[in-house]
């Protein structure tokens, strides 16, 4: 106990000093190609999901994900607005499909 600073009560930490303070640690590069976390961040934003699902997804913070979508030039209300792509194409099937339910579904009331 002779070796331990008195401090009152507050206990206080002392860091050690870095293996190695001149070794320069490169940023997280974001590679929507290339990564495929940041992939599949632009592909669940493209689905028009929120900041919130895709982080919970992908273990990313809100700003992460929101970082990636804007180098990936994905906006997630395009989805939602039917302007994006994706949209589009679901737009296309979907019709097709629910053209076909809602025939049959009239036939089968008797509607015409």
Sequence with gaps: MDNQP???GIVTWH???APYP???VEP?????????QDYHVALLGSLG???SVIGKHTSLSKGQVGA???KAHVKTKDYRNGVGPIAQLVIERAALHAGRMLTKS???RGTR
């Design 15 to 17: 860091l050690p000093d």
């Design 68 to 70: 990636r979508l804007k």
């Design 49 to 51: 999901f929120h900041y």
């Design 22 to 24: 001149n070794v320069k």
């Design 6 to 8: 008195q401090s009152n």
């Design 28 to 36: 997280n590069r974001i590679g929507i190609l290339n990564r495929n």
């Design 106 to 108: 009239l036939i089968e």
